[in-house]
């Protein structure tokens, strides 16, 4: 029976030990994401609602002797409602690489350890992939935890499968949603991060937009829903009339990547810039009110 406890107690000792070798700094057991996500556009009015995905890391699971987060993602709807799906994800990070388990094997997603990665589809089953290059790497502070951030950007401009930002951040991911979208998707995954939070720290990245906001009342750029103060666009300018009093303005894109912060205070236009995308997101708040509009912008010059 000797050489049975021998070869059992080797056995333990190696698991053990190749288990611990593995870092998994990424989703501890309680982690939360929440990304912004439009679940429904009228075009022909020009209005949209929002709802959020929120992703938790719920727990611990093995898969291939891999020490894997299993990640929960639920979908919250504009109205307030869950949405009609949810599932899992099971993640496990080496040495900075964050890997998703896909069916009978594990795909990278990114490299946050601050050097060039290729990125691997797992949205949408085409084994396609986009090589992602550093542009630079700063350790900026979130709540006041030290993180590396890394700026990237894809290798070929026309990849069709792309991050929605090129901001990738330690222990959070990319801070345009956890996986690539496809330029022709137009069922609007899920895009922008708002809020991050774990054991050690709970980040909002933008202080006027609490985690869980939904919005469902929403006006057009047409004047199709009648509010003050009046805005609207001819694809080169927005513009502001009716303002009473001061408003806080953010560009998005919509992929949720914020173009710029401005205040209006007054009656007035401001130049579109050029983006690439055919419609932008415009958002206006004071401390009483918030309106977000649809802004069609001309894409070339």
Request: net charge negative; glycine share 8%.
């Amino acid at each position: 029976m000797k050489p049975i406890y021998t070869t059992c107690l080797f056995f333990c000792l190696f698991v053990t030990f190749h288990l611990a070798a593995q870092t998994n700094d990424f989703a501890p057991v309680g982690a939360t994401w929440w990304f912004s996500d439009i679940d429904g556009i009228n075009y022909e009015d020009t209005l949209y609602t929002e709802g959020y995905n929120q992703i938790t890391s719920v727990g611990d699971t093995i898969i291939a002797g891999k020490v894997c987060r299993t990640l929960y993602f639920s979908f919250i709807l504009s109205d307030g409602s869950p949405g009609p799906y949810s599932f899992y994800h099971y993640m496990y990070e080496d040495s900075g690489k964050i890997f998703t388990w896909q069916t009978d094997s594990f795909a990278l997603i990114y490299d946050l350890s601050g050097v060039d990665f290729t990125a691997q589809d797992i949205t949408y089953g085409t084994h396609f992939s986009t090589d992602y290059v550093v542009d630079s790497v700063h350790t900026l502070l979130y709540d006041g935890v030290p993180l590396r951030t890394i700026y990237a950007h894809a290798d070929d401009p026309e990849a069709s499968l792309f991050y929605q930002s090129g901001i990738f951040i330690e222990r959070i991911g990319n801070t345009g949603y956890m996986f690539m979208y496809n330029g022709g998707d137009d069922s609007f995954p899920p895009s922008g991060i708002r809020c991050y939070s774990d054991s050690t720290m709970y980040y909002m990245f933008n202080a006027e937009t609490p985690c869980d906001t939904l919005i469902h009342v929403v006006a057009g750029v047409d004047g199709a829903t009648s509010i003050k103060p009046d805005v609207y666009s001819d694809g080169k300018y927005i513009y502001f009339s009716n303002v009473q009093k001061p408003y806080a303005v953010n560009l998005f894109s919509m992929y949720g990547q914020k173009i710029f912060a401005r205040t209006v205070h007054s009656d007035t236009r401001w130049q579109l810039p050029v983006t690439g995308n055919a419609m932008v997101i415009l958002e206006m708040q004071d401390h009483g009110s918030r309106f977000v509009f649809l802004i069609p912008v001309v894409t070339t010059e």
